[in-house]
C-alpha cells in the first residue's frame, strides 16, 4: 500500500501500475510488446532492490493519478515510469541510460511514431535528477519520482533502510558521507518539486525529513 500522504494527510490509496501500463498502450493505439510488461517486472523483483520495486512504482501511480492533470502526454509519462528504473546497478552509472534506451527500443519496435520513443527517453533520462527538468511531463515525472522525500516519517525511515540494503556493498565509512551528499543536494535546491501541485503538498514534509535525515547522520558520528 502506498503510504505517502496526500493533501488531507490520509494515504492515498493503491492502484494498479498494470492498469496505468494498459491505458498507456491504449493511447499509443498500438499492443504492447508481448512478454514486455512481464520481463520489465522481473527486472523490478530482483533480488538485489530493495526500494526500486514495484512497491516504488505504486507509489508513483498513487501520486500520478492525483495529477493527470498535469501531463502533456500522459502515455509518455506513464511509460516512462514503467522505465525509469527498468535496468537498476548500484555498482552502475548508465542505469537511467540503459533504462531510456530500452523503452525507446521496445516502442520503436511496436511500431509508436518516432517522435513519442524520443520523448519517453528524455523524461526516463530526467529521472538521473542531474539537472532541472525542462518541459510539464519531465517537470510531473521527476516530482512522481521524488514523492518518496514527502513521504511521512515511517515510510521515510523505511526508504533510508531500503537504500542502504541496496548499497550493503558499500562501507558505512563511505556510504555515510556519499548519502548525506545526495540528500543534501536535495535540501539546498531554491525548491525540491518542479510543479506547484507536488510542492504544495509534500515540499515542507519533503524538507523536514531531510533535515532530520542529516542531522541524525550527524549526530551517529559526532564524538
Known sequence: MARILDDTGVPCSPVSAHSHWLAAWTAL???APAGLYEELCARYAEPARAYHT???????????????????????????????????????????ALSADWAR????????????????HALVMATRHAALPQGADAML???VDLSILGAD?????????QI?????????????PARA?????????PAIYGTAW????LEQRARRNLTRSLLERSAAVAP
Not at 551528499?181 to 535546491?189: D, H
Not at 507536488?198 to 503538498?201: D, N, P, Q
Request: include cysteine.
Open 29 to 31: 493505439r498500438v499492443p
Open 54 to 96: 514495484l512497491e516504488h512504482l505504486r507509489e508513483c501511480f498513487a501520486l500520478l493519478d492525483g495529477a493527470t492533470q498535469l501531463a502533456e502526454w500522459l502515455e509518455e509519462v506513464r511509460l516512462a515510469l514503467w522505465f525509469h528504473d527498468a535496468i537498476y546497478d548500484t555498482r552502475a552509472q548508465d542505469n537511467e
Open 105 to 120: 527500443a521496445a516502442l520503436d519496435g511496436a511500431g509508436v511514431e518516432r517522435a513519442v520513443g524520443e520523448r519517453v
Open 141 to 143: 515525472l521527476v516530482d
Open 153 to 161: 516519517d515511517a515510510r521515510f525511515a523505511e526508504y533510508e533502510r
Open 164 to 176: 542502504r540494503r541496496e548499497y550493503e556493498w558499500v562501507p558505512e565509512s563511505a556510504y555515510r
Open 181 to 189: 551528499k545526495v540528500l543534501r543536494g536535495f535540501l539546498e535546491r
Open 198 to 201: 507536488f510542492a504544495s503538498r
